[in-house]
């Protein structure tokens, strides 16, 4: 059974950071890309970040290029968002993704999702 786990969601000021980790479980984590998306109340679910199985080739939404950094550890099974500079705009539910095709997490296709970790900025 797959599942995803993220961790690391929370309450910080403008301008703070915080880390997100998501913990794959259930087949070969190596072989798929990830994704992180957010959903902020009245929008759409958007991907922030993506990386390929392999982390060899990422993905960044404009809004958060330069701030948030994505990175994988095969080895544990997980993968990181290191959100820096936050804004009250980046206030969301932020969910990890996985999918064998990376361009299908890009088209917000993935096989299975995380739960959500809830990112509050306070201005």
């Known amino acids: 059974q797959v599942q995803l786990v993220e961790s690391g969601g929370g309450l910080v000021q403008a301008g703070g950071s915080l880390r997100l980790s998501c913990l794959a479980s259930?087949?070969?984590?190596?072989?798929?890309?990830m994704g992180w998306f957010r959903q902020a109340p009245g929008k759409e679910r958007e991907c922030v970040s993506a990386?390929?199985?392999?982390?060899?080739?990422?993905y960044y939404a404009g809004s958060v290029k330069g701030r948030f950094t994505i990175s994988r550890d095969n080895t544990k099974n997980t993968v990181y968002l290191q959100m820096n500079a936050l804004t009250p705009e980046d206030t969301a539910v932020y969910y990890c993704?996985?999918?064998?095709?990376?361009?299908?997490?890009?088209?917000?296709?993935?096989?299975?999702w995380g739960q959500g970790a809830q990112v509050t900025v306070s201005s």
């Open positions: 990386v390929t199985g392999a982390g060899g080739t990422t």
């Open positions: 993704a996985d999918d064998i095709a990376y361009y299908d997490i890009l088209k917000l296709r993935a096989d299975y």
């Open positions: 259930g087949r070969t984590f190596s072989r798929y890309a």
